[in-house]
């Protein structure tokens, strides 16, 4: 006999998560999912036991597919596609698939992920690195840059986890760009068609750490001369639905989990007003708590992983226990910029950023 409630998954009782990622699910993808681990939908079998071509999980893999393809608004030239090997992978790909030998693509270098993008595609063809803030240590989008004309494509990181920038006006160019979004897809309203491709690990806006999402123009493949390996040719995986090999059952089931969740909260223009306030308001106390400083230019600010550090370095430590103690989680910054950060992803409460936001007044207000 099923028993409700054997877990407690109120939201209220759980620490404020602010890690940058795997980060914060809804509560409601979390429950569905614990159900569906014992149960799924009445087969007698967990769905981490289901044949990955069974009727079932098919549907599961085409839900999450169609769910994307609505929320993302995107055209038919698209097919959306459900891969492993993270957004690492991708950063071999993307140019593997797209760049022939000889022919050149165009980088803009904002931090250490689309730094290493540029490592790999160096392995395929001749990159042309546009434009880079790492002279600055990475705390602005450059604004300056002539991206090649005979580029194949023009590669943007949209949203710099580490160091805390963002995007906020995509490139006008007539070359084909390709974005890395992981950290901010879906969280805000813009115009994907723009896109030839853009890839994302799920595991900070749409899902579970295991899948990575990519959306690809059809009219993009098959240019390249070289021979590109079975598992990692985009056209393979389209023609097979995403199911070329075993996929990442379990995360593609918690992705579409978390896109009907986004739906139903009003798709990403509903999402988009949330995010904004969660940030405005940590933002505004960055600025005005005299203990702490943001450290990247403020037009560049990103609103999916606020960077910021203490003026007296001594208590940074303290501030982090101080955190803990009262149940926020995941706010010590990366190793390469330090300081603190939090991330604030659609599934993070408003609430949570109350919280962070009282707990900086009253420790600033205690070292006066």
Same mark, same amino acid.
């Given at each position: 006999?099923?028993?409700?409630?054997?877990?407690?998954?109120?939201?209220?009782?759980?620490?404020?998560?602010?890690? *940058?990622?795997p980060s914060v699910l809804p509560n409601e993808v979390?429950?569905?999912?614990?159900?569906?681990?014992? @149960?799924?939908?009445?087969?007698?079998?967990?769905? %981490?036991?289901?044949?990955?071509?069974?009727?079932?999980?098919?549907?599961?893999?085409?839900?999450?597919?169609?769910?994307?393809?609505?929320?993302?608004?995107?055209?038919?030239?698209?097919?959306?596609?459900?891969?492993?090997?993270?957004?690492?992978?991708? !950063?071999?790909?993307?140019?593997?698939?797209?760049?022939?030998?000889?022919?050149?693509?165009?980088?803009? @270098?904002?931090?250490?992920?689309?730094?290493?993008?540029?490592?790999?595609?160096?392995?395929?063809?001749?990159?042309?690195?546009?434009?880079?803030?790492?002279?600055?240590?990475?705390?602005?989008?450059?604004?300056?840059?002539?991206? *090649?004309?005979?580029?194949?494509?023009?590669?943007?990181?949209?949203?710099?986890?580490?160091?805390?920038?963002?995007?906020?006006?995509?490139?006008?160019?007539?070359?084909?760009?390709?974005?890395?979004?992981?950290?901010?897809?879906?969280?805000?309203?813009?115009? !994907?068609?723009?896109?030839?491709?853009?890839?994302?690990?799920?595991?900070?806006?749409?899902?579970?750490?295991?899948?990575?999402?990519?959306?690809?123009?059809?009219?993009?493949?098959?240019?390249?001369?070289?021979?590109?390996?079975?598992? %990692?040719?985009?056209?393979?995986? +389209?023609?097979?639905?995403?199911?070329?090999?075993?996929?990442?059952?379990?995360?593609?089931?918690?992705?579409?989990?978390?896109?009907?969740?986004?739906?139903?909260?009003?798709?990403?223009? #509903?999402?988009?007003? +949330?995010?904004?306030?969660?940030?405005?308001?940590?933002?505004?106390?960055?600025?005005?708590?005299?203990?702490?400083?943001?450290?990247?230019?403020?037009?560049?600010?990103?609103?999916?992983?606020?960077?910021?550090?203490?003026?007296?370095?001594?208590?940074?430590?303290?501030?982090?226990? !101080?955190?803990?103690?009262?149940?926020?989680?995941? +706010?010590?910054?990366?190793?390469?910029?330090?300081?603190?950060?939090?991330?604030?992803?659609?599934?993070?409460?408003?609430?949570?950023?109350?919280?962070?936001?009282? #707990?900086?007044?009253?420790?600033?207000?205690?070292?006066?």
């Amino acid at each position: 006999m099923e028993q409700e409630n054997v877990y407690n998954l109120d939201r209220n009782m759980k620490v404020h998560n602010f890690n *940058a990622g795997p980060s914060v699910l809804p509560n409601e993808v979390l429950y569905k999912a614990s159900k569906a681990l014992i @149960d799924f939908e009445g087969s007698g079998m967990s769905i %981490l036991e289901i044949g990955h071509r069974t009727e079932p999980f098919m549907a599961v893999m085409e839900e999450a597919r169609n769910l994307t393809r609505e929320l993302m608004q995107l055209d038919d030239d698209f097919e959306v596609l459900f891969l492993q090997g993270g957004a690492t992978m991708q !950063f071999m790909q993307v140019p593997m698939n797209l760049l022939d030998s000889g022919e050149t693509a165009s980088y803009i @270098d904002t931090g250490v992920w689309s730094n290493k993008a540029i490592k790999e595609a160096k392995l395929f063809g001749f990159v042309d690195v546009s434009a880079s803030s790492k002279e600055a240590n990475y705390n602005h989008i450059p604004k300056q840059y002539t991206i *090649a004309t005979q580029s194949k494509y023009l590669h943007i990181t949209t949203n710099n986890t580490i160091y805390g920038t963002q995007w906020n006006s995509i490139p006008e160019t007539e070359v084909p760009i390709v974005a890395d979004m992981s950290s901010d897809i879906l969280s805000r309203e813009m115009d !994907f068609n723009r896109f030839a491709l853009i890839y994302a690990g799920v595991q900070k806006n749409m899902g579970a750490a295991g899948a990575t999402m990519v959306a690809v123009r059809k009219s993009m493949l098959g240019k390249v001369s070289r021979q590109i390996p079975s598992i %990692l040719n985009y056209k393979n995986h +389209i023609e097979n639905g995403s199911m070329l090999n075993t996929p990442p059952v379990f995360a593609v089931y918690i992705t579409m989990l978390t896109l009907r969740w986004l739906k139903g909260q009003g798709g990403v223009a #509903a999402i988009e007003q +949330i995010n904004n306030k969660k940030a405005a308001l940590l933002y505004d106390e960055i600025d005005h708590n005299p203990l702490f400083r943001g450290n990247v230019a403020k037009e560049d600010r990103s609103k999916m992983n606020v960077t910021f550090t203490i003026d007296k370095p001594e208590l940074e430590e303290e501030f982090l226990k !101080f955190c803990k103690k009262e149940d926020i989680v995941g +706010i010590k910054g990366h190793r390469l910029s330090g300081g603190f950060r939090a991330s604030l992803y659609n599934a993070l409460p408003l609430e949570s950023v109350e919280v962070m936001v009282e #707990a900086m007044k009253f420790f600033s207000l205690k070292k006066a």
